[in-house]
């Protein structure tokens, strides 16, 4: 029987102290197996032989795990071609409104004030003057329509607009060979990408959907768009971008996914 097939109904009952094992890494194990770095079932056996140790001991399943995870992160790091394209789509393909999501409600959504609003810089860049919201608005604009694919299980066509990052990052004069670029959220979310993905032709920095301006629930005025990971490591509402060597475990990673989360 695969667990991993059919998550929701094997996963919901809690038999004994194997069965919550394998629900409190349900995420690591599922992040695992959608790499296809198992394939078909995961059964308590095979996930003592994958991590090597004695499933009874929780915590040494879960560094295991996570030790799995963050090798994954790393060959997902080289393997990744920065000059592939991901798919795109066409405009009759588009869902309006976009499809909402974020760790909390929609009715928890704290609008931004865009009147005040400015974009913050820090970290590795040499022009680190905070951007207004016309500033950004004039700046030249890129369309992209692509895939959202959220690892709750679920996704839609977006048609996203706005500054290309790596001409904005070049523009601001950021070290285009520092490791991250960590995006912070107004909702105190933060998010990660490898420079590869941020500099990749296909990641913008989104202020419209659908050719007008992103609505409060889906990030305004500014947030992040890329074709090459998933869902969550989109930041909505972008207070403030930072380059910088220094890894920061984000949200989702403190939930057990891999840091690297490419498509
Ligand atoms: N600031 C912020 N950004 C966020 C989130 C969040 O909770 N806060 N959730 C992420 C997740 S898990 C997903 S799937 C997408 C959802 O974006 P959408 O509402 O535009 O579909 O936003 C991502 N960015
Ligand atoms: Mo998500």
């Known amino acids: 029987m695969s667990i991993l097939r059919r ?5 919901r009952p809690r038999r004994g102290p194997n069965q919550s094992l394998l629900t409190e890494n349900r995420a690591l194990i599922e992040d695992i197996d959608r790499r296809k770095l198992l394939r078909g079932a995961v059964s308590l056996g095979a996930l003592s032989m994958l991590t090597g140790c004695d499933i009874a001991e929780q915590s040494q399943v879960q560094s295991a795990l996570r030790s799995v995870s963050s090798f994954n992160d790393w060959v997902q790091a080289k393997i990744f071609d920065p000059n592939k394209l991901a798919p795109t789509y066409s405009v009759d393909q588009v869902v309006k409104p976009p499809r909402f999501n974020a760790y909390y409600e929609i009715e928890n959504v704290k609008p931004v004030d865009l009147a005040s ?4 810089l820090s970290g590795l860049i ?3 003057r905070p951007w207004g919201l016309d500033q950004i608005s004039a700046l030249p604009e890129q369309e992209v329509i692509i895939k959202h694919i959220c690892v709750e299980g679920w996704d839609y066509i977006g ?13 601001i004069g950021a070290d285009l060979s520092a490791k991250y670029v960590a995006f912070h959220g107004q909702d105190d979310y933060m998010e990660s990408i ?31 768009r890329t074709a090459v990971k998933l869902g969550f490591k989109n930041p909505k509402w972008i207070r403030a971008i930072e380059v910088t060597n220094t890894y920061q ?10 840091w690297f989360s490419g498509l």
């Open 7 to 11: 998550p929701t109904s094997l996963f």
């Open 159 to 171: 048609q996203w607009s706005g500054p290309n990052l790596r001409q904005f990052l070049t523009q």
């Open 126 to 128: 040499t022009d680190k």
């Open 249 to 258: 475990e984000g949200f989702w990673e403190k939930q057990g996914f891999n």
């Open 117 to 120: 609003w400015k974009l913050e």
């Open 194 to 224: 490898d420079m590869a993905s941020a500099l990749h032709p296909q990641t913008i920095l989104a202020t419209k959907y659908a050719g007008e301006p992103i609505t409060d629930p889906f990030g305004a005025p500014l947030r992040l």
